[in-house]
């Protein structure tokens, strides 16, 4: 499963972006869904994760209230209100057929796209 993630770019503290991840040539039917990023020098963590169902959700503590993940059978959104510096990251979407709730964990995921980068200026 290939996938394809979207809508980065650079945006001032305080504003949005919405980001996107499709799955090439196929739907997201049966997947759990995650989001995780990457910040110069720093390990990826998790940002954010959505059932096979899209009935529930997990947030880093980080992005809680400020970020809404969500999906339906052909890709996920990330919706990033409220921007800080320090969401400065590239950010990848994931895919794992055998969860049926979104992990934390990025080992669990078994696809990944090729990160988009969000820059947040002060």
């Known amino acids: 499963v290939q996938l394809q993630a979207s809508g980065g770019g650079l945006v001032q503290a305080g504003g949005s972006l919405r980001l996107s991840c499709a799955a090439s040539g196929r739907t997201f039917s049966g997947y759990a869904l995650g989001w995780f990023r990457q910040a110069p020098g720093k390990e990826r963590e998790f940002v954010a994760a959505i059932s096979r169902s899209g009935g529930t959700t997990a947030y880093a503590d980080s992005v809680k209230g400020r970020f809404t993940v969500s999906r339906d059978i052909a890709k996920t959104n990330l919706q990033m209100n409220s921007l800080k510096p320090e969401d400065t990251a590239v950010y990848y979407c994931?895919?794992?057929?055998?969860?049926?709730?979104?992990?934390?964990?990025?080992?669990?995921?078994?696809?990944w796209g090729q990160g988009t980068l969000v820059t947040v200026s002060s």
């Open positions: 994931a895919a794992d057929p055998d969860r049926v709730y979104g992990s934390k964990y990025y080992s669990d995921y078994d696809y």
